[in-house]
């Protein structure tokens, strides 16, 4: 959780746009942005749940409710 909050810190446009500043991305720094933030919001929800429910925390959750989705 402690990486997922120090990348969201990290995340923003000005990030992509300024510091990775990546040529083949220009002008596509919101959308990656954007995409980071939901990857971040859908891996700290499912690591959460395996917090609150350790017994449900298996490879075949991870496939079907993370990798696959």
């Known amino acids: 959780m402690v990486q997922i909050a120090a990348v969201r810190a990290?995340?923003?446009a000005a990030y992509w746009r300024d510091t990775a500043a990546?040529?083949?991305w220009k002008?596509?720094?919101r959308k990656i942005c954007d995409l980071v933030s939901y990857?971040?919001?859908v891996t700290s929800r499912f690591?959460?749940?395996g917090l609150e429910k350790?017994?449900?925390f298996t490879f075949e959750r991870l496939r079907t409710h993370y990798l696959d989705r």
Request: glycine fraction near 6%; hydrophobic fraction near 30%.
């Open 27 to 29: 002008g596509l720094e």
């Open 10 to 12: 990290t995340n923003s």
């Open 54 to 56: 350790p017994a449900d």
């Open 39 to 41: 990857s971040c919001d």
């Open 47 to 49: 690591l959460e749940q």
């Open 22 to 24: 990546v040529e083949a």
